[in-house]
């Protein structure tokens, strides 16, 4: 059960970060309101930097900002040593 729901919270956190970052390249290219970039941040944080990091080069949006570019990757690398450190736990706690 609990590598379903952190499998569910993976799918939501990379989804929501898609929509963010969809959102935020259409609302510059109309003049509209824009997404803050510490909510992309805190997004990427919580488990969705894969999306994010996959949608900056998908939507060509935040690659000329050298903290995303790099920023993003520090977050995807944190993502994955999240998601192996949930893994030991829980091989650990079954075993």
Not at 22 to 36: I, L, P, T
Not at 71 to 85: A, D, K, R, S, W
Request: proline fraction near 1%; hydrophobic fraction near 55%.
């Amino acid at each position: 059960m609990p590598f379903v729901l952190f499998g569910l919270w993976f799918v939501i956190a990379n989804a929501v970060g898609f929509n963010l970052m969809y959102k935020d390249k259409v609302s510059a290219e109309n003049g509209g309101r824009r997404v803050k970039e510490r909510s992309l941040f805190i997004t990427a944080a919580l488990l969705g930097a894969v999306s994010i990091y996959a949608s900056m080069y998908a939507l060509r949006h935040k690659l000329r900002k050298y903290y995303f570019k790099y920023g993003m990757i520090i977050l995807v690398v944190e993502n994955m040593l999240l998601i192996l450190t949930f893994i030991l736990l829980m091989a650990a706690f079954y075993h």
